[in-house]
């Protein structure tokens, strides 16, 4: 405003007009920092139900740029947790009590998940279920730090004069997809994929095993050096909406020291009854479970184990499931419709089975001849494969060679193990087709298929 050249007489109105401005200027502004701050904070709670890294994951900026039927495909590592006998416990408690306890154990476990790169996909009654985007080794060290973090807890609830409480953790890898679910009323982003059931089965298998901890083959595979943690073969299970049985692997890390340290002398000991106990030989079995239990009396899975021998040999009931000692036939399921492809995975499982008969009979120089061959096959196969991924632009390709890389690293183990001599014919001949098994059930028939469809899909592209 300019004041008039002319009349004085005019400044006192000047200056209240401006004053006036003024206050309706810093009305405004404080009503903007009010809606701005109102904003940050919508957006902070909205984030309390879709984290931004799952936003992130989507390749959207803000939950209002969500829309229903929004989606991604990534390779995964999925993490169920829940808390052992909870439906009893809550029995005891009020409503609100019972709130309380859910929320001050997730209250310690989300943190956790957090620091290790997790996001919490979604809270169901007492149980997390979290995605790890950075890979296996981030999901199983929050699985274990989960546990140690469970111990502090239960420390401070006997000093309430509370119960100790226990969880079961089950992990899994594997491609999933991201999307959001819903009507038009209620919507929500979620993960859903086989390797998302899979996860869950596993996790409700720890109450069988009562073992805190346990992981797929597919989440061993992925690892980048299963050496470094304390894993053991525990056992093979049929999975509900699953035709092949899947193998699930225990690590205990997170137990004891004490505990830890003797499941890991025993380590051998253990895989190798479980090992005769599948192969229905249980008078080999149970002298060595025997020994696990007096030198471990906390190793459940083993004295699981040792009345399994037990009642097997007194009515004859076996708790297996029945494909491991059989001879692996090629099938129409493990036919992607890649010709090259096919005739590769052929000659694999005709020269695995073939390394398992000659280990069974001690002919020595087809053992030898025929693991030369895997190893030749493993180079060159996989060299194909890369090849024609990297040629059609595959998203997944670093996950599908690590898969690789881990069949490579098993292969160089079998053979470490069955020339060390060290081992009986039949040990290592189940050890032969359980490889051979959880490649096929894991690899050709899940990754491998994905490929074929993604090849098959740019194929397609080209000729029209």
């Known amino acids: 405003m300019k004041l008039p050249a002319n009349e004085p007489s005019s400044l006192p109105w000047f200056r209240e007009e401006l004053r006036n401005k003024m206050a309706a200027l810093e009305q405004e502004i404080a009503g903007h920092r009010h809606t701005l701050d109102l904003l940050r904070q919508t957006e902070w709670a909205y984030g309390r139900f879709v984290p931004s890294k799952m936003l992130g994951l989507l390749d959207v900026q803000s939950i209002l740029d969500l829309r229903l039927g929004d989606q991604t495909e990534k390779h995964m590592t999925v993490l169920f947790t829940d808390i052992r006998g909870f439906s009893q416990l809550s029995e005891s408690m009020s409503p609100q009590q019972t709130f309380a306890f859910i929320n001050s154990f997730f209250g310690e476990m989300e943190p956790v998940i957090s620091q290790h790169g997790g996001i919490v996909d979604k809270y169901i009654g007492d149980a997390i279920m979290a995605i790890f985007p ?37 992990l899994n890898a594997g491609l999933v997809m991201l999307g959001v679910i819903g009507g038009t009323q209620r919507m929500e982003g979620t993960v859903v994929s086989d390797a998302v059931n899979l996860t869950s089965r596993i996790e409700d298998t720890t109450k069988i095993y009562r073992t805190p901890l346990l992981v797929s083959e597919t989440l061993l595979s992925d690892l980048n050096d299963p050496s470094i943690y304390r894993i053991r073969f525990l056992d093979r299970i049929r999975v509900k909406g699953k035709t092949r049985p899947q193998s699930v692997y225990e690590v205990f890390d997170g137990d004891s020291e004490q505990t ?57 009931r076996h708790e297996g499931t029945g494909e491991i000692s059989a001879n692996l036939e090629w099938s129409d399921e493990l036919v992607l419709g890649v010709p090259e492809i096919d005739e590769e995975h052929q000659q694999l499982v005709a020269n695995m089975n073939s390394l398992g008969h000659a280990i069974k009979n001690g002919e020595l120089t087809a053992v030898g001849q025929t693991l030369a061959f895997l190893e030749e096959y493993a180079r060159f196969h996989f060299d194909n494969e890369e090849n024609a991924m990297q040629a059609a632009g595959y998203p997944m390709l670093d996950s599908h060679i690590k898969e690789h890389r881990s069949f490579s690293a098993r292969l160089a183990n079998l053979k470490r193990d069955i020339t060390s001599g060290l081992h009986d014919s039949r040990y290592l001949a189940f050890q032969v087709q359980l490889f051979l098994i959880d490649w096929l059930a894991n690899h050709i028939v899940r990754t491998d298929r994905h490929l074929a469809n993604f090849l098959h899909y740019r194929a397609h592209e080209v000729a029209t």
């Open 134 to 170: 950075s890979g296996a080794d981030a999901g199983l060290r929050c699985a274990i730090a989960m546990l140690e973090q469970l111990g502090r807890y239960n420390a401070g609830r006997v000093r309430a004069g509370y119960g100790p409480i226990d969880i079961g953790i089950g």
């Open 260 to 316: 830890g340290a003797g499941k890991e002398r025993t380590r051998s000991r253990f895989e190798q009854a479980v090992a005769y106990y599948h192969l229905k030989d249980v008078q080999k079995a149970i002298p060595l479970l025997e020994t696990c239990v007096q030198e471990v009396p906390d190793d459940y899975p083993a004295r699981l184990y040792l009345d399994r021998c037990r009642e097997f040999l007194k009515s004859g």
